[in-house]
Each structure stands twice: as C-alpha cells, then as structure tokens.
C-alpha cells in the first residue's frame, strides 16, 4: 500500500501564509497525480488543487490566485503553498494520490490514497 502523510497546517490570521506538505511512501510504487481537498463540518469534501507529475494543475475558483501547488517527483511530495488566506479558507485539508505499484506478485495495479487530513484554521 501507499501511505500519505501530511503536515505544515496550523493557525494563522486572515491575510497569512501556510505550506501544507504531503509525502507518499511505500514500495515499488509510481504517483501520477496528487492533490488536495479540504472540508468543514457538516459539508462534502471539495477539492482544492491539483497537479499531475508532469506539472499540469487545476485550482478551484476560490483560491485562484492565492494558492500554489507545485510536486517534487524525486521526493513524491506534492505542497501547496497557500497564501493571503482567509476566514473562509478554514477546514481540514487532505492530500490524495493515485499512481500504480507492484502488486508483489506479478503485475502493477492503480492506487489511491488519501492522508489523514491536517487542520487549517484562518483567524479573522
């Protein structure tokens, strides 16, 4: 299995920055794209940005401008970059990742994973 761990959330005040970091880890294993999602009580979860291994990426309208994803291959870390943050930026952010690794056997199948989520809160 491949296993995704987060950190960098935190509090900060409204006009604030913060880094989230995510890592992927595991054996004989390939990303194809990470990304992240964030969610608050009582709401599905929304996806925030998203970006493949050739640096493709997609950012949803409310943080266009403001957000930055960016992915490091040889580390299999993707970070997002979150800048000029906001009240309404508040939520728990989780990464996810799909590629394909070797099933042990004799193949290699697709994986997706998702972190554990870290915690953003924005004071206004």
């Known amino acids: 299995q491949v296993q995704l761990v987060e950190s960098g959330g935190g509090l900060v005040q409204a006009g604030g920055s913060l880094r989230l970091s995510c890592a992927a880890s595991?054996?004989?294993?390939?990303?194809?794209?990470m990304g992240w999602h964030r969610q608050t009580p009582g709401k599905l979860r929304d996806a925030v940005a998203g970006?493949?291994?050739?640096?493709?990426?997609n950012y949803a309208d409310s943080v266009k401008g403001r957000f930055i994803i960016s992915i490091d291959n040889a580390k299999n870390t993707v970070y997002l970059q979150m800048n000029n943050l906001k009240p309404e930026d508040t939520a728990v952010y989780y990464c996810n990742a799909e590629g394909t690794r070797f099933d042990g056997i004799d193949r290699y199948v697709s994986w997706n994973s998702w972190g554990q989520g870290t915690q953003v809160i924005v004071s206004s």
């Open positions: 970006i493949t291994r050739s640096n493709a990426t």
């Open positions: 595991g054996s004989r294993f390939s990303v194809n794209s």
